[in-house]
Nanobody, 114 residues
């Protein structure tokens, strides 16, 4: 399984950015699919994932600002980020759990300047 994330970059605080992850397998029916992030010197944390029942779960720090979506026909998952803050600066990783194993993409760096 390969997960290719893209869309990161340098953005000013308050602006928006959209991340995209392309999976080499179907994004339908997985145990979990979504995004985590890791800021410098911090542990990796949940950003947003789809659970097996299709519902979305968000990390507390991004609720109301980020939206996860997917296109199963394209095997893609997206993260739309609004009202970005400097504390959103991190490497964002695409994640997939197919119920047998879990997989991580290579990450895409998001840098928010204040």
């Amino acid at each position: 399984v390969q997960l290719q994330a893209s869309g990161g970059g340098l953005v000013q605080a308050g602006r928006s950015l959209r991340l995209r992850c392309v999976a080499s397998v179907s994004t339908f029916g997985n145990r979990a699919l979504g995004w985590y992030r890791q800021a410098p010197g911090k542990q990796r944390e949940l950003v947003a994932i789809f659970r097996s029942d299709g519902s979305a779960r968000y990390g507390d720090s991004v609720k109301g600002r980020f939206t996860i979506s997917r296109d199963n026909g394209k095997n893609e998952v997206y993260l739309q980020m609004y009202s970005l803050k400097s504390e959103d600066t991190a490497v964002y990783y695409c994640y997939l759990d197919d119920g047998v194993d879990d997989y991580w993409g290579q990450g895409t760096l998001v840098t928010v300047s204040s």
